[in-house]
C-alpha cells in the first residue's frame, strides 16, 4: 500500500475540517468518538500521523467511509459493521 502524497493527505484534511465545521466542535467530536481532542487537532494541522483506528472512528462519525477519509489505506469497496 503506497503512503498518500502531500496533496492527498492535504485534501483529506480538508474534507475532515469541511465536515467538522459542521459540528460543535472538536472536542465534542473527540468525545463522541473517544480520541484525544489534541491529537485530532494535532493531525488536522499535520504536526502528527493519525492512526487507522482514529481514521475509522471519524469515518463512523461522519457518516462516512474510511476510504473517503484515507484512500490509501482503505480500499474502495471496504465495508465496516458498527455494534450500536
Known amino acids: ?7 492527498q493527505l492535504e485534501k483529506s484534511q480538508q474534507k ?3 465536515v467538522l465545521a459542521k459540528h460543535e466542535s472538536i ?4 468525545r463522541e468518538i473517544n480520541e484525544d481532542p489534541g491529537d485530532i487537532s494535532r493531525w488536522l494541522h499535520g504536526l502528527t500521523k493519525i492512526r487507522v483506528t482514529a481514521v475509522v472512528a471519524f469515518a463512523r ?17 471496504i465495508t465496516f459493521h458498527f455494534k450500536p
Do not use: Q
Not at 1 to 7: P, V
Not at 27 to 30: D, K
Open 27 to 30: 472536542r465534542h467530536m473527540a
Open 61 to 77: 462519525y461522519f457518516g462516512v467511509k474510511p476510504h473517503d477519509l484515507r484512500p490509501d489505506w482503505f480500499p474502495k469497496d
Open 1 to 7: 500500500m503506497a503512503a498518500m502524497t502531500k496533496e
Open 16 to 18: 475532515i475540517r469541511e
